[in-house]
Every structure is written in C-alpha cells, then in structure tokens.
C-alpha cells in the first residue's frame, strides 16, 4: 500500500504508454466477527437473529474511490476491505450525466447495502485526463439512516483524492474507526472506537424510516411540489412505484425520494409491507426493479420514460404522471387535501414562531403529521370493518380527513389494496368537486 500512495493513480504524462488501472472482480471474505450477519458477496443475511439489529446500526462495511478514466470510464479505483464485491457501484456512486457538474452527491443501495457518495470534477492541465479529473468517494453500510453524518468527511476527501491522487491513508484510518463489530455477549454491530469524531454516528437504535437531513430538506420538498404534495402522499400510501426523474444533480432528488417514503408513515401494524427507498436507480437495476411490487426511487436516465412497466408513477420534476387510469382519477388535489396542506403550513409557521431562536425539527413535524394523519385512516377504517353494518359514512370520511366525494376514488382503492372489508356509503356525484 505504501508503494501505491507513492505513485498517483492518474500520472501526468501524455505518452501512449500509459498504464491504466484495470478493474477486478472482487469476493471479500467475510470477517469471523460478521459471519452469520453479512453474507459473503457484502449483503446483509436476513435469517439472521443479528440482521435486523445490524440494520439498524450505521454499519459501515465498505470504504471506496471511483474514478472516471478516459479510456475505460466509471472504475473502482480502491476499496476497504480490498476484497470487497463492489460490480456496479461504479456507475452509481458517478450518476450518469455527472461530467457536467462541478460536485454532487449520490445515495444508492445495493442489494440489502446503502450507499452514500459524493462527487467532484476538477480541471486539471493534463492531456490524458482531458482537462478534467472526475472522482467519487463513498460508503457502504447496513442501513441508510445515519450515511448523512459522513457526508463532510466524504466531501473533504473527494478533494483530497483528487488534488493528491492514490493517497488513501486517510481513508484507511476511517474504515478502521467506523467499522462495525458485533458485541460478544450482545451480538450488536457496534463501533470499535465509540468515542471517535463527529462523523461517529449515534449508539442509540433509530427507527427504520429516519434519516441525518440537511436544515430546510422538508420544506424544500413541500415548496417544490405544493398541494401536489397529497397527491405523491396518496400515491405513497397506496404503496405504488414511484419513480422520480431529474437531470444532474441527483442529490437534492435523493432527499425527495425519502421525503416521499416518509408520507406513507403509519403505526398500523399488519398492513401493506415496508417501504423502503431505492434512492438512485440505473438501468442495470430494471431486473430488480422490474421484481418490485412497490419502490420510491430517482434516476437521471430519461430512458426509464418510455419503460412505463418498470413504474406506475413517472415524477419528472413537479410533473407527476401516472401510468393507468385509475391512478389518473387521483391527480386533482382535493378540497380537502388544500385544507390539510394549509394544517401543515399553519403548524410549521407556528413552531418556527414559537421557536425561533432555537430553529425546529422539520422532519420530526412532518413525518409526525403524516403519521397521525394515517394513523387515523386506517384506525377508523378498521373499526369499520369490525362494527356490526361495515359501513363507512360521508362523517368518517370527513373525520378521517378525507374529502367525501373528491376521495371517494381513493378510499375506494384504499380499502381494496389493503383488504379492508367495509360498504362505503357515499354516493358518487355527477359533477364530483
């Protein structure tokens, strides 16, 4: 290793002669303390007793540099553990279309693994690079709720592996802090150095659907889509594909894919299945994509547009289309949904007023308000289903929030996709509002 941090991956030199670095398949070997939780290819082993605990840690399993090189494109440049299977992370952690930007960043997943990279491109004098040399640094870990916390530290890093290529010491060093363990006598993936830097993420086990976000990630979400927002929330909560589209940079549509997730929040238990984010998506995820029965993802590749089996919901910016029908008697925002998107703001401005020199926990308002909102329509649906006559009124719509003649399609399909057995007893008007 020492020998290679001596010699720059991307030499300064403009002979023919140049040797460019080739890529590898690479089998990691999993460590003694990981077997059992982490499967030999880097993905987590959901038989495991410990896999969901894993899950739920920030369990860093791989540290990695992407480079773009002119000849052969997106490569692997250097992992840890060097062994690691790292086939495909190439072209995810350098989105496509990101030659025209100066810095990104790119959640992802892999299989049962998050990822979190960050891009730079900077303007080098070299023939060979083409005037410009394009890197990415990342991660892999076993949940993505706390990747954000290294964002800075990836940031700092992307620069450093550009301006002094094949320096990988600092690199090295993090791993070895940030690596999980498991716990002899608990079995919990823990940090080996618990006390280490900021970037260290929390002991505490945080809930599945949490994330690290930037200040403002909420309301951005809200201002860029509106009242448009119940429709993605509606959408979200009858667990679709929803698929969002937007040329570079990525990062920002990222944070929109788990805003999205988080609309669909209820502590029901029994219904539906988890959502989880797919974050970035490429076309060599349209297998496993096209295996999904719902996912909430982005892409910059507009060639999913024409691919409408792999989505029911195409977001193309703050157009959101939906593939059948059906879901198209769902995109006029109701009266009701105006009245809720007002609740929302109203709640915001009030804590912003109330605690203005403290700031306030968007995320924790809004996945709160959505959470209580769905919490009350499947509670009162499921009394429904349990009373005497099963019947659900034009007051139990109103109760739940909903719109008793402009959701009365959406409820309809509610109730059918989650097998709830109630007699829905408003009368569908000619001219509906």
């Known amino acids: ?151 800075q530290f990836l940031e700092t890093q992307v620069r450093h592996q550009l301006e002094t290529p094949g320096k990988y010491s600092n690199l090295e060093v993090f791993y070895q802090d940030k690596k999980g363990t498991l716990n002899s006598t608990t079995s919990i993936p823990q940090q080996i150095t618990p006390n280490s830097s900021s970037s260290t993420p929390s002991q505490e086990i945080l809930p599945e659907m949490k994330i690290t976000h930037p200040a403002g990630c909420f309301s951005q979400f809200m201002k860029f889509f509106g009242e448009k927002v119940f429709i993605l929330w509606k959408f979200a909560l009858l667990q679709q594909r929803i698929l969002f589209f937007s040329p570079p940079p990525i990062g920002v549509v990222c944070y929109r894919v788990y805003c999205a997730c988080c609309l669909g929040n209820h502590d029901i238990g029994g219904l539906g299945h988890e959502m989880k984010p797919h974050f970035y998506v490429n076309v060599a995820d349209i297998e496993t994509l096209e295996s999904e029965v719902s996912y909430i993802a982005c892409t910059t590749e507009k060639i999913f547009e024409v691919k409408t089996s792999l989505y029911d919901i195409y977001v193309d910016n703050q157009v959101i289309r939906p593939c059948s029908p059906m879901l198209r008697d769902l995109m006029k925002v109701s009266v009701a949904d105006k009245d809720k998107f007002a609740k929302l703001n109203n709640q915001r401005s009030a804590l912003q007023y109330n605690y203005e020199d403290q700031g306030i926990d968007e995320e924790e308002l809004f996945t709160t308000f959505f959470t209580e909102q769905n919490n009350r329509i499947f509670q009162t649906l499921l009394e429904a289903s349990c009373s005497q006559d099963r019947q659900l009124t034009s007051e139990h719509m109103k109760n739940m929030g909903l719109d008793p003649y402009g959701d009365r399609t959406f409820l309809m399909e509610l109730v059918e996709h989650y097998g709830i057995d109630v007699m829905l007893m408003v009368d569908n008007p000619c001219c509906p509002k």
């Open 1 to 151: 290793m020492a020998q290679e941090e001596k010699s720059p991956l991307l030499a300064e030199t403009d002979g023919d002669d140049y040797n460019y670095p080739n890529p590898r398949k690479r089998v990691w070997h999993v460590p003694p303390e990981l077997k059992g939780v982490v499967n030999v290819n880097g993905t987590i082993n959901t038989s495991s007793s410990s896999s969901s605990l894993a899950c739920d840690f920030d369990f860093v399993v791989c540290v990695f540099v992407v480079t773009f090189d002119t000849r052969s494109g997106n490569m692997i440049e250097w992992c840890q553990p060097e062994e690691f299977e790292l086939d495909g992370v190439e072209f995810k952690a350098m989105v496509s279309g990101s030659h025209t930007l100066l810095k990104d960043f790119v959640y992802f997943r892999k299989e049962n693994l998050y990822g979190l990279a960050c891009f730079e491109n900077m303007h080098v004098e070299s023939e060979i690079e083409r005037g410009a040399r394009m890197k990415s640094v990342g991660i892999l870990s076993t949940s993505y709720t706390n990747l954000y916390r290294h964002m």
